[in-house]
């Protein structure tokens, strides 16, 4: 059981998410280290992204693709139309939209009601599509994504706008943050991964600063995942010890109480 404790916990979300993560998992005892493999960065000119967000009333419902996208629009809205429904994917999502005082009692919020399927195809069964048909419905998100609610909408007659809130990017590893991930590998630790993009970004910088052979290693490494989307692209990439816990931090913190 003590080596099971010192195993590290590498959080790999963007370091604004990871610090709330890490202190739930000093809680129950393990060891958190924090290892972003996404960088969140602001858009290079936001005059588009201001000019949208200035006339929500024309929307009847704004989707936010994740909490970072809420983070990088709620910069521009001083306050919420309560008129204008919220989509959100992820217990994530309505932890952010709270920080920034929005909750059931400023909007309408859909969210998926399948808490093991925590995504677009979900969400897209919470709306009310008589209701939204022949309406404009706006996608906030970072660079483009799945297009799966894009298209789900229009086919049901529903004018979809996007804008780009924010960007993703890789992390660059310098010499001393390669270092640090071969001692995570090397380590055996469990890797808490909330997006397939990250899971990806980890493959890559891995297979670029330390190579193959470190690869193989990082692939017997334990992944922690949220969604089956994840799981499916962690087997993909060769992952061998991989589990899906389902969304929300509590499920991920579950899993980490108990040994593999």
């Known amino acids: 059981m003590k080596e099971f404790a010192a195993r590290p916990v590498v959080i790999t979300r963007p370091l604004a998410q990871a610090g709330a993560f890490a202190t739930q998992v000093t809680a129950i005892g393990r060891m958190p280290v924090i290892f972003p493999l996404l960088e969140i960065a ?85 709306f009310n599509l008589d209701a939204l048909r022949g309406k404009r419905v706006l996608i906030v998100r970072g660079q483009a994504g799945r297009d799966f609610l894009t298209d789900m909408l ?5 004018e979809v706008e ?48 330390l190579g193959q052979d470190c690869v193989v290693k990082l692939q017997r490494n334990e992944i922690i995942v949220s969604h089956q989307r994840i799981a499916e692209t962690a087997h993909s990439l060769g992952f061998s010890h991989v589990t899906m816990t389902g969304s929300g931090d509590e499920r991920l913190i579950a899993a980490l109480q108990s040994p593999a």
């Open 42 to 126: 602001p858009v290079a000119d936001s005059a588009e992204l201001q000019r949208v967000l200035s006339a929500l009333e024309r929307f009847a419902l704004v989707v936010f693709v994740s909490p970072n996208a809420i983070d990088a629009a709620f910069q521009f809205i001083p306050s919420w139309p309560g008129n204008v429904a919220i989509g959100i994917v992820g217990e994530g999502s309505r932890l952010a939209l709270q920080r920034h005082g929005v909750d059931e009692s400023h909007a309408t919020i859909h969210a998926p009601r399948n808490s093991e399927r925590m995504d677009s195809e979900e969400l897209f069964k919470s």
């Open 154 to 158: 229009r086919a049901s007659q529903v």
């Open 162 to 209: 996007h804008v780009t809130a924010y960007q993703r990017l890789l992390p660059k590893i310098d010499a001393e943050k390669a270092v640090h991930l071969r001692s995570l590998i090397d380590a055996g630790s469990e890797w808490v991964v909330t997006s397939s993009e990250a899971l990806r970004n980890l493959l890559q910088v891995t297979a670029e600063a």
